[in-house]
């Protein structure tokens, strides 16, 4: 069973520039996460989907992150502008339901 | 909102040694999850609990589950190198959509 698939594995730009991650989760898997984990701290969760409904997206900063996951299975999330404390991993998890289990291998961002 | 406490941040222990990390829940938790993190890594699902006074073991790990499900605990015995990384627990609260709230974590460091 392939795991989940995030991509770029890393991303540096400076502040106030755009960018995009993408994750590709297991298949067959309705529940789709984006985590922010900020080193030295705990994931947190950004947005949750159900199918490609929005499940929780409360602690998601709209004014510059927005995501999106078309068709129910991969998913976008995209930061414009960035800024220097964006810098972080951005993980995607996946779910069938309930029990979070499968992580992606993240993605590092560096804003400088 | 929902509150997921974990103490202590940090612990160092010669190899051998014993090491527990406690997680404290500001609600009731329908279930929690335990999940560990090497450096440079992304977290790897170890086990969920779900019911009250709940134990499981896996090898030289043991997880409790409190029985007022407001806190859970990871014992490990003897400690080995292999043991090192970042120790995290997750819950959702009872009833409603679940969305896993993670704590900040205890780092493990093992001294041979």
């Known amino acids: 069973e392939a795991g989940v698939a995030q991509s770029p594995r890393y991303k540096i730009i400076e502040k106030r520039q755009s960018v995009a991650f993408w994750c590709n989760p297991i298949?067959?898997?309705?529940?789709l996460y984006w985590y922010q984990q900020i080193l030295g701290q705990g994931p947190k969760l950004l947005i949750q989907?159900?199918?490609?409904?929005?499940?929780?997206d409360s602690q998601l900063p709209k004014d510059r992150f927005s995501a999106e996951r078309l068709k129910g299975v991969d998913s976008t999330l995209k930061i414009q502008p960035a800024k220097l404390e964006d810098s972080a991993v951005y993980l995607c998890?996946?779910?069938?339901?309930?029990?979070?289990?499968?992580f992606g291998p993240g993605t590092r961002l560096t804003v400088t | 909102g929902q509150q997921v406490m974990q103490i202590p941040q940090y612990q160092h222990v010669q190899e051998g040694e014993d090491f527990t990390t406690y997680c404290n829940s500001s609600?009731?938790?329908?279930?929690i999850q335990w999940y560990k993190q090497r450096p440079g890594g992304h977290p790897v699902f170890l086990i969920q609990?779900?019911?009250?006074?709940e134990v499981k073991k896996q090898k030289r790990l043991t997880f409790q589950f409190g029985e007022a499900k407001k806190n859970s605990s990871l014992h490990i015995t003897a400690t080995q190198t292999t043991d090192v990384g970042t120790y995290f627990c997750?819950?959702?609260?009872?009833?409603?959509?679940?969305?896993?709230?993670f704590g900040r974590g205890t780092s493990l460091i093992v001294h041979p």
């Open positions: 298949s067959g898997h309705a529940t």
């Open positions: 989907f159900q199918n490609n409904g929005v499940v929780d």
């Open positions: 609990l779900v019911k009250s006074g």
């Open positions: 997750a819950g959702g609260l009872s009833g409603g959509s679940y969305i896993p709230t």
């Open positions: 998890a996946s779910s069938l339901w309930g029990t979070l289990k499968y």
């Open positions: 609600t009731t938790l329908s279930n």
